[in-house]
């Protein structure tokens, strides 16, 4: 676990670097730097700044293209597939990129792979969060994956680190039911706290304080469900917080 000072660099670290101008350093340091120190190398490199630059440093088949991941293909050439957890299947493709990812699908010709921005520029247009959101997010005390959601449901996979524990907090516009699919889970709901084992599930009600903790030297794991009229994350009042986050009274 991070100490209080780690954790408040952290912290401090992420405010700042969220406020910095969206540049890459050649233009914003670089090409503005007229101090600058530069040692010859002898090594091969490529910046990777962009899918196309993968023609340069990754294997290729008899067609020609560059294929990772759960990925089938017939009579594609000179093309990019990068599959995820999914079968991407691709026919007849001829100097495409195609990425799958948990959160989006990629598919361009490989000549306007250097437009991906527009697509952010559009997502912020429309007022859509994909370009801020991640099906996975890393949070100090371990991570979530957003497995499905609808209308007034969304599910999640949360990993909680060894001996860490989330914020005393609760919710005013949803309920949440805990399964546990790995570890054992310490829960605290309201004057009341209890250890929840693998197969065990617990019911987090509406405006109940409550907090997740493993208190374990593993990691745990559990299914959220959650049932309500709004699901954002921004539906949380802390009352503790191990890291140092904004508490609402």
């Known amino acids: 676990m991070l100490s209080q000072s780690q954790l408040n660099s952290l912290n401090s670290l992420n405010r700042l670097y969220s406020q910095l101008e969206s ?6 340091i670089m090409e503005r730097s007229s101090d600058v120190l530069m040692v010859p190398a002898t090594f091969k490199w490529s910046d990777l700044g962009s899918w196309t630059a993968l023609d340069e440093v990754l294997s290729k088949d008899e067609a020609r293209n560059i294929r990772r991941g759960n990925t089938v293909d017939v009579g594609s050439q000179d093309s990019i597939v990068f599959g995820g957890e999914r079968l991407v299947a691709t026919i007849g493709l001829k ?8 959160d989006a699908t990629l598919v361009t010709p490989k000549e306007r792979v250097q437009e991906i921005r527009k697509i952010v ?4 247009r429309k007022g859509r969060g994909e370009h801020l959101l991640h099906r996975t997010v890393e949070k100090p005390w ?3 994956t957003v497995l499905e959601e609808g209308q007034g449901y969304k599910i999640k996979r949360i990993v909680l680190n060894p001996k860490s524990r989330l914020s005393l907090q609760l919710h005013r516009k949803r309920s949440e039911h805990w399964i546990v699919v790995e570890g054992t889970a310490k829960v605290t709901r309201d004057n009341e706290t209890l250890l929840v084992q693998k197969g065990e599930s617990t ?3 509406i405006n109940a304080k409550h907090r997740l903790e493993n208190p374990g030297e593993s990691l745990v794991q559990i299914i959220e469900v959650q049932n309500g009229d709004y699901l ?4 949380i009042e ?3 917080d191990d890291y140092g986050r904004g508490l609402s009274h």
């Open 238 to 240: 802390r009352f503790e």
């Open 23 to 28: 540049i890459s350093i050649d233009y914003g």
């Open 142 to 144: 371990g991570s979530y």
């Open 121 to 124: 520029e559009e997502l912020k």
């Open 203 to 205: 019911f987090i009600p």
């Open 95 to 102: 100097d495409m990129v195609v990425v799958d990812t948990p």
């Open 232 to 235: 954002e994350e921004d539906d």
